[in-house]
Structures are given as structure tokens and as C-alpha cells.
């Protein structure tokens, strides 16, 4: 069974930093673009980062640039999304993606995880 399970949300104050991990099961990440969005109430989901599957070539939005980092770790069949310097805005859900690299960037993906919830309050 294909699985993206998402961890790492929390509760975090302004400044602070969280990493967010997608682990896959059931298929290898190494073929695929991974991408992660968020969704914060009331707003459309948007995407925050993605990493290529042949180069791990990297984009970002414009609100992530400078501020996170995303990587893959092939060996644990896992991606991460290190975050820093978070904002009240940042708070979202945040979701990891799977597919080839123009459906991850057109938010149409193979696969989603079920979504990790991020809080940024003080």
C-alpha cells in the first residue's frame, strides 16, 4: 500500500524552528519529485518547496525562500522540511506530495500524505 505519512508539527513561537518529515511506504522516494504545501483556514492550499527526483534540484516559494530547507534522505526513504525563523503565517496544515516533478509544481501529484498541523503563536 502507497503511504506519505507526515510528522513533525507542533507548537512553536514566533522565531522558532520546526523540521517536518515524510516517510513513504510502499514505494520508493528516489523516483519521485516531493513537494510539500500547506492550507491554512480559509485559504487555498499552496505550495511551499518541492525537490527533484534526479538532481535533488530545489524550488521554493517566495515565502519559504531563506527561510526553509527541504532535503531527502533516500536510505530512509524520507523527506524533511526544515523550518526556520516561523512566522504567525506559516501556521497551516502542511502536507508532503509524490509524482513526477510538473504535476508535484502544478499541486497535481500521485500521492499525499495525510498532513501534519503547524502552529506558530505565542
Known amino acids: 500500500q502507497v503511504q506519505l505519512v507526515e510528522s513533525g508539527g507542533g507548537l512553536v513561537q514566533p522565531g522558532g524552528s520546526l523540521r517536518l518529515s515524510c516517510a513513504a511506504s510502499g514505494f520508493t522516494l528516489d523516483y519521485y519529485a516531493i513537494g510539500w504545501f500547506r492550507q491554512a483556514p480559509g485559504k487555498e492550499r499552496e505550495g511551499v518547496s518541492c525537490?527533484?527526483?534526479?538532481?535533488?534540484?530545489?524550488y521554493y516559494a517566495d515565502s519559504a525562500k531563506g527561510r526553509f530547507t527541504i532535503s531527502r534522505d533516500n536510505a530512509k526513504n524520507t523527506v524533511y522540511l526544515q523550518m526556520n525563523s516561523l512566522k504567525p503565517e506559516d501556521t497551516a496544515v502542511y502536507y508532503c506530495?509524490?509524482?513526477?516533478?510538473?504535476?508535484?509544481?502544478?499541486?497535481?501529484?500521485?500521492?499525499w500524505g495525510q498532513g501534519t498541523q503547524v502552529t506558530v503563536s505565542s
Open positions: 506530495a509524490a509524482g513526477h516533478l510538473p504535476t508535484v509544481i502544478a499541486g497535481v501529484p500521485d500521492y
Open positions: 525537490i527533484s527526483s534526479s538532481d535533488g534540484e530545489t
